[in-house]
């Protein structure tokens, strides 16, 4: 089947499992997941699975990425924070769906090979930052110091002090926090100096590692 078939039929998945955000949907439309996977899983590109990427990381279930995606309530003028580029799957995704992303990545070979598919694949609106991501957005350009939309793509032990002062006021941030093989998301949304935190189920995501 074409892999333009195979995104179709995840996005009807993803709407039967309750996704309802129209731009999320279309985001989904869009995106070629199969550019983001290792050559060697290209006939699994559009199962709705986490699969192996480089450095022993892996690309998020596209469920798990559209479930957050949709917890973020994106608007086209977000400016937005990614922890964990990873492939650049959902980095994609948000450049589809806000004004600016910022995307951190601790492993250098991770941020070189995202950095050029999605250069190629001709977004302008995504800075990149290779670093602890913990630590927030530090780089001078673009000098965001806060982010209305912050998400997560690894599990925390807590959330990142620096990231909840990082979330502008009404932002929302979602996060899996957790130590085990298990973790809860956690959407977080800041009223002012309040930070009003709700869980919502289970996932698994690699580990969050700070330096
Ligand atoms: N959304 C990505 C998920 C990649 S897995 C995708 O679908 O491809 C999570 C990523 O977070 C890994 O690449 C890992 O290296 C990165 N990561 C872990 N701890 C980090 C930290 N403190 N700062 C930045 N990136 C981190």
């Known amino acids: 089947m074409r892999f333009e078939d195979q995104r179709a039929l995840l996005v009807q998945e993803l709407t039967q499992e309750g996704i309802t955000d129209e731009r999320v949907l279309n985001a989904f439309r869009k995106v070629p997941r199969e550019l983001f996977v290792s050559p060697q899983y290209l006939e699994y590109a559009y199962r709705n699975q986490p699969l192996p990427i480089d450095c022993y990381q892996t690309i998020s279930q596209p469920l798990m990425i559209a ?12 400016i937005v924070l990614e922890i ?13 769906l806000a004004k600016e992303v910022c995307t951190i990545e601790r492993i250098e070979t991770l941020s070189l090979k995202a950095q050029e ?3 190629n694949l001709g977004y302008k609106n995504i800075h990149f930052r290779i670093g602890d991501g913990t630590q927030g957005w530090q780089k001078a350009y673009p000098p965001y110091k806060e982010f209305n939309k912050i998400i997560v793509s690894a599990a925390a032990r807590e959330i990142p002090p620096k990231l909840k002062e990082q979330l502008a006021d009404q932002g929302i941030m979602v996060i899996p926090v957790g130590t085990g093989y298990y973790q809860i998301l956690h959407r977080v949304v800041r009223d002012k100096d309040r930070f009003i935190i709700t869980k919502h189920g289970g996932c698994t995501f690699v580990p969050l590692v700070s330096t």
Not at 84 to 96: P, R, V
Request: without cysteine; proline residues 4%; negative net charge.
């Open 67 to 78: 479930i957050m995606l949709q917890y973020l309530e994106l608007n086209p003028e977000d």
């Open 84 to 96: 964990g580029t990873g492939s650049g799957y959902q980095t994609a995704l948000l450049a589809e």
């Open 117 to 119: 598919l999605l250069k």
